[in-house]
């Protein structure tokens, strides 16, 4: 077949991270209002931006990015919206912590395969090492953001009591 592992581990994380930028950018038009500022369409922004690097970045290792990766991701995206919120015709509450939550999720991978490639980046010189790094710090905020962002929801859907003190 001619693929890497590497090859089939990266195609794996860009249908992830197209998913999140798909669900980062319905939950910017779903919540704008919410969040404010843009908050939300500069996260979707960020993580548009992060998959077009990561794909750039398989082309400059060799590895084919498969078309039917980027689809996956966005079937998944929408795949997800059929999750049981407790509303049929109208957008839940609860749907807006749990999207949330998957953005943090998804985030979290996304530094996992920047650090993956910045290990690689020691051996391999075609990985730039300082645009990991860059990618790794910007995830880590993104993260941050998405943390601060799923805390609130919480708090104004359950109550303050239900976020724990750090």
């Known amino acids: 077949m001619g693929r890497t592992l590497l090859g089939i581990y990266l195609n794996d994380h860009v249908v992830v991270v197209t998913a999140c930028a798909e669900l980062a950018r319905r939950l910017a038009r779903a919540e704008a209002e919410w969040a404010g500022n843009g908050k939300l369409d500069r996260l979707a922004e960020e993580m548009a931006e992060d998959r077009d690097a990561l794909v750039e970045m398989m ?48 985030v979290e991978g996304k530094v996992a395969t920047w650090r993956t490639l910045r290990a690689r980046a020691t051996a391999d010189s075609r990985l730039d090492a300082d645009r990991l790094d860059e990618l790794i710090a910007n995830a880590r905020s993104q993260a941050t953001r998405l943390e601060r962002l799923r805390a609130r929801a919480v708090a104004e859907l359950f109550g303050e009591e239900s976020i724990p003190a750090a």
């Open 59 to 106: 082309r400059t290792l060799g590895e084919a990015a498969r078309p039917a990766g980027q689809w996956a991701g966005r079937l998944l995206e929408k795949a997800g919206r059929l999750k049981l919120n407790g509303r049929l015709l109208s957008r839940s509450p609860l749907s807006r912590v749990v999207e949330l939550e998957g953005l943090r999720l998804g």
